[in-house]
């Protein structure tokens, strides 16, 4: 399993930036797919999960209605759109694959993100 970030970098607030993700050595439209981020000295805070078709996404709270995920099955690629960025989003951003859920499970109101492979993380960096 091999997942590759990028599109990270410096930013103004209020900008927008677009991660992508580059997955390979598993079947990527078999899986469900998060992006998780950790802000320094921070634990990972989870982002958003997609579901294995793109039918079905959650967000966290802190992001929602300003960060847009997505994923493309025929290229293997998974991507976050962020706008409105604020400071509070610099962190580094990586994609991560999540054990295998039920539509069931996933839209229940006790779900948590389970990941089990991530990759290194692309730099996130909202200032002025």
């Known amino acids: 399993v091999q997942l590759v970030e990028s599109g990270g970098g410096l930013v103004q607030p209020g900008g927008s930036l677009r991660l992508s993700c580059a997955a390979s050595?598993?079947?990527?439209?078999?899986?469900?797919m998060s992006w998780v981020r950790q802000a320094p000295g921070k634990g990972p805070e989870w982002v958003s999960t997609?579901?294995?078709?793109?039918?079905?996404?959650k967000y966290a709270d802190s992001v929602k209605g300003r960060f847009t995920i997505s994923r493309d099955n025929a290229e293997n690629t998974l991507y976050l759109q962020m706008n409105s960025l604020k400071p509070e989003d610099t962190a580094l951003y990586f994609c991560?694959?999540?054990?295998?859920?039920?539509?069931?499970?996933?839209?229940?109101?006790?779900?948590?993100?389970?990941?089990?492979?991530w990759g290194q993380g692309t730099q996130v960096t909202v200032s002025s």
């Open positions: 991560a694959r999540e054990i295998s859920w039920s539509t069931r499970n996933f839209l229940s109101t006790g779900w948590v993100s389970q990941y089990d492979y």
């Open positions: 997609i579901s294995s078709g793109g039918g079905n996404i």
């Open positions: 050595g598993f079947t990527f439209n078999n899986y469900y």
